[in-house]
T-cell receptor, first 115, second 108 residues
């Protein structure tokens, strides 16, 4: 597509529920990143994919968070047993080849609210 | 890990004024980028500038890599420049580390 597409744009859930957030990167972009942005803060790195594999998942806060990219295109961020502290905007970005040396294009984000 | 410090945290300008935003890094970075986040939350890349100076219209940026800082200049500011400006860099070539941002409000 023309840009990075993220769905849903807004998600409200209850504490303890399971949530999936989807990212559709720019066609042909091999690198995909997930970031989390809390209110008033800069984006915080979660995970980076090069193709189908997670090249760096050091930013995932705990084992409730998991992300996949099975065919090297669309990625899904999965959050189990959501907590109120998970409330944030989850941003996805893609770039043409691997590595931060490339300009990232960000999606509009998925706003998650955990009640 | 790399720490990114941005200043000032908040800035209020009258339309037409000029401003300089600064970004300091705790260590050398392999790539440095400036982003603008508009009031609707969309992050737009402004510059990829690991060193040197670049200009794009009313915006320009300078990075002095040896001294680990970068500057973003906004000239003749407009209300559409409002939002949050972030700088980001990485020690390796994967994860960008973002600063806390400079919140800019331009009033007519």
């Amino acid at each position: 597509g023309a840009g990075v597409s993220q769905t849903p744009s807004n998600k409200v859930t209850e504490k303890g529920k399971y949530v999936e957030l989807r990212c559709d990167p720019i066609s042909g972009h091999t690198a995909l990143y997930w970031y989390r942005q809390s209110l008033g803060q800069g984006p915080e790195f979660l995970i980076y994919f090069q193709g189908t594999g997670a090249a760096d998942d050091s930013g995932l806060p705990n084992d409730r968070f998991f992300a996949v990219r099975p065919e090297g295109s669309v990625s899904t961020l999965k959050i189990q047993r959501t907590e109120r502290g998970d409330s944030a905007v989850y941003l996805c970005a893609s770039s043409p080849i691997g590595g931060g040396a490339n300009v990232l294009t960000f999606g509009a984000g998925s706003r998650l609210t955990v009640l | 890990g790399i720490q990114v410090e941005q200043s000032p945290p908040d800035l209020i300008l009258q339309e037409g004024a000029n401003s300089t935003l600064r970004c300091n890094f705790s260590d050398s970075v392999n790539n440095l980028q400036w982003f603008h986040q508009n009031p609707w939350g969309q992050l737009i890349n402004l510059f990829y500038i690991p060193s040197g100076t670049k200009q794009n219209g009313r915006l320009s940026a300078t990075t002095v890599a040896t001294e680990r800082y970068s500057l973003l200049y906004i000239s003749s500011s407009q209300t559409t420049d409002s939002g949050v400006y972030f700088c980001a860099g990485s020690g390796g070539y994967n994860k960008l580390i973002f600063g806390a941002g400079t919140r800019l409000a331009v009033h007519p």
